[in-house]
């Protein structure tokens, strides 16, 4: 894993706390569906451990990205929100910020791989996004674009707005679920799990908050190694909506301060994650989203035989040759 | 579709009412989930309606069905629990019964045709159940095994106990989704109908209660046209958990009573609403617990655009192959 060293380095500790989290909650929760917390008797007799999932995959769009996008388009300045929004994404962003924008009255122009999921691109398609799909650096095109028309960046993780929102997710968790031993969280960038730790680190300081990433895309490892958001050369995986190539500076600063470790799994692991939480949880989750459960059955955490513990089932815009492929293998 | 009359004939009225789902509701509590009842915005955009489901598929086993055996199990006589139970199911009812008995300190005994999902009899096994697998009729062998060790039937829906536990489903429906126009139950032996519609009558009186059979085993309408209950020649559709062979006395008459009308859905619309149910809403549900979905999507019911539809997604004890193939042809 090649890596290239940004300049910047990292905040000394995150600039957010509890009470922007509350305040995002307050801001969006109209738009925000509460998501439902369900124990997992399939799962905990597989695991041995008690298994409480947050079902955030049945969140609008299908995935907790439009909690933290909410937040910052309800933000904007008039002539930023007439002027419009920008941002780019390989698809949970993307449909997310599409699908916000209207409701913010705003308008939204996305930059997305070439390769992306083909749902995903039709989902922002279809809720009113501006897609701009490319084979040359996102970030680049999407300098580009935002010059051009005066747009404000959204960006997809890294920014106290964005971390905030997905806060939310981490406040509804530790409300609804008995006391958690452990929770565990899909890490890609870090936007959600540096809002989930924010929230559990305060609310139940005794429950471990555990990361988990493809090892073919472990932005967020690498940054933790090298103490600032390092390049990755290459970040794909069967769970696209992780395989960011970097890491933020606010959300390697909220990991840094609030999680307790990042674990990593294989792609194997993660496909075969997908068909066991379809057959034994009946989510029909995407890569991204059954990360954890990927993680809790690789052993790779240690958890006391019994204790309870929370996945947070991010997503579910999976692609459905993947979840066909998965589910066959899987029973 | 041939059909042999039975000899009994229908009872004139429901033999139970409100009272009874309630006490089967504080009986059965401890044990049972309370399934969440969530929004469903991808529906919604695809049906032109306001769509509410009801994710029963999330209940221990995978389906409605333990709500109904637990009021059973939990009324046994001493001497009934010390001896056991015995039933007759091609899948839900097994598992549910299987997993109920223990917790009601019993044991079950299933017949269960050759042909049943192995997923299905693997599950029964699972969780403790006495599994007899046969290809001569079900009730004949039931009868056999019932009379040689003095068990008592559990019957999978005909019985007062078990639509009054079914009904739960119906009580948590209208209490947690705002007031809908209509709702749409899936319908084998009809024992999930009875009960939700016994609910919805008092407490949801101007909300229609739909039902939905397959057209390959429509055991309701048949007895719905005759006046009582007729024996299907032949009972088989991709929705396994809807092809009971014959509705039954006491369903029947719930039906007559508080179900506003019965619609037939093809085989190819209920594998579509496997898949769309997985792309849009993501759950993973069998084709029993699809019906509702397909039956909205088919057009066959005079729903006003805008109007609030409640489905019961009512389990997700899919064939994987079935899953597989359901969401590769919808997306």
């Known amino acids: 894993m090649d890596s290239v060293k940004e300049q910047d ?3 000394a500790a995150p600039v957010l706390d509890l009470s922007d989290l509350q305040a995002a909650y307050e801001r969006t929760k109209k738009f925000i569906a509460r998501t439902p917390t369900v124990p997992a008797a399939g799962l905990a007799a597989l695991s041995g451990r008690d298994v409480w999932l947050k079902a955030e995959l049945l969140q ?11 937040n910052a388009l309800l933000q904007l300045a008039e002539p930023q929100r007439l002027a419009g929004v920008v941002s780019m994404s390989a698809g949970n962003h993307a449909s997310a910020l599409a699908y916000g924008a209207r409701l913010a009255g705003t308008r939204a122009t996305i930059v997305m791989p070439q390769y992306a999921n083909p749902a995903k691109v039709g989902a922002t398609v279809s809720y009113g996004g501006e897609v701009v799909q490319t084979d040359r ?9 935002q010059d ?11 920014d106290p707005r964005i971390i905030a929102g997905a806060g939310g997710v981490g406040l509804e968790f530790v409300e609804d679920a008995p006391k958690l031993d452990v929770i565990i969280v899909p890490v890609g960038g870090g936007g959600l799990i540096s809002g989930v730790a924010a929230a559990v680190r ?3 300081p005794q429950t471990r908050v555990i990361g988990v990433e493809p090892a073919w895309a472990a932005g967020m490892s690498a940054a933790l190694s090298a103490g600032q958001p390092v390049h990755l050369e290459k970040a794909q995986s069967v769970a696209d909506g992780l395989a960011a190539p970097f890491a933020g500076h606010h959300t390697l600063a909220c990991v840094q301060s609030w999680v307790d470790s990042i674990v990593l799994v294989e792609e194997q692991e993660l496909v075969g994650a997908v068909g066991v939480l379809a057959r034994d949880a009946k989510l029909a ?5 059954a990360a954890g459960l990927a993680a809790l059955l690789s052993g790779k955490i240690d958890i006391e035989p019994g204790a309870s513990v929370g996945l947070i089932i991010s997503g579910g815009n999976v692609d ?7 589910v066959t293998t899987a029973y």
């Open 9 to 11: 380095s990292a905040p």
């Open 60 to 70: 609008a769009t299908g995935s907790f990205k439009l909690r933290g996008v909410l």
């Open 137 to 145: 650096p996102l970030a680049e095109v999407m300098t580009e674009v």
């Open 148 to 158: 051009e028309h005066k747009l404000t960046l959204v960006h997809p993780f890294d």
């Open 202 to 204: 305060v609310l139940s």
């Open 285 to 289: 989750a995407e890569a991204a989203g």
């Open 320 to 326: 459905p040759a993947l979840l066909a492929s998965a």
